[in-house]
């Protein structure tokens, strides 16, 4: 059975438990982050834990304990799990309340260790679909542990046999998925959102690669011209870089991965390789 960090024990997993009265089950008031090991090795662990910090800085929610105390754990705790591969969520709760409203300071931490889900081979080779929804998310910036909007958008895609759910806002901006960042090739840059998204470590990787230099282009992207680009992939722990070939009806470019999609699940490919390996 996995291992799970439980506010200050190591407890198998169905042991691991927080009272019903936490913020984070009375209010869904809490923050995460989540990433994936690459040969054993959690992936930016140091980006994921800092992004960590600064949503629960946004939220009010003090750190119990250092950066790099927390690191430690998460070390710790992948040591105490035997997977090849690992996902690692790591949560800060709201903490106990004496009003069941407002915390009384005392965030828990959880790290929860769990063998790495194995995506589907042909979404990477023939491409996926996703589906538009109206919405603009509050306080964008901290990852929230409130997902309310985002399962039902997710409910809301599956059910017409797409994986993802892109944002789009009242303006006609297309911003983020439910938990992926977008990309889109216009005009031969690929471009990224620049405002009101959660920026990805995955998405950061991928604007920092020397072998892109030139070619990227950080802005807000309209649905009108997101529809009518050459290509389009997302970016997430969970996903690593994976083609989208059709958003709602219209089908993007000719329709498959197309060749800026292929250099750069290459580019990444070779990144975490090359991670593993360090």
Known sequence: MDIFYCDGRFLPADKAVIPA??????????????????????????????????????????????????????????????????????????????????????????????????????WNKEGVKIVTIPFSRYMPGAKSISYVHAIGALQKARKVGAIEALYVTSEGYATECTTSNLFACIEGKLVTSSSTILPGITRQVILAMPELAGSTDIRDITLVELLKADEVFLTASNKEVTPVVTIDDTTIGKGTPGEMTRRVMKLFAEYTGQYSRE
Not at 39 to 64: M, T, V, W
Not at 93 to 100: C, E, F, Q, R
């Open 21 to 122: 009265t936490d913020l984070s089950v009375l209010r869904g008031f809490g923050v995460f982050d989540f990433l994936r090991t690459y040969g054993g090795r959690p992936f930016h662990l140091a980006d994921h834990i800092k992004r960590l910090e600064r949503s629960a800085y946004l939220l009010g929610i003090p750190l119990p304990m250092s950066c790099e105390a927390i690191e430690n754990l998460v070390l710790e705790t992948l040591k105490r799990n035997d997977h090849d591969k690992s996902n690692i969520r790591i949560i800060l709760t709201g903490g106990l309340s004496a009003d069941g409203f407002n915390p009384d300071g005392k965030p828990r931490l959880l790290i929860m260790v769990t063998p790495l889900a194995v995506l589907p081979e042909e």
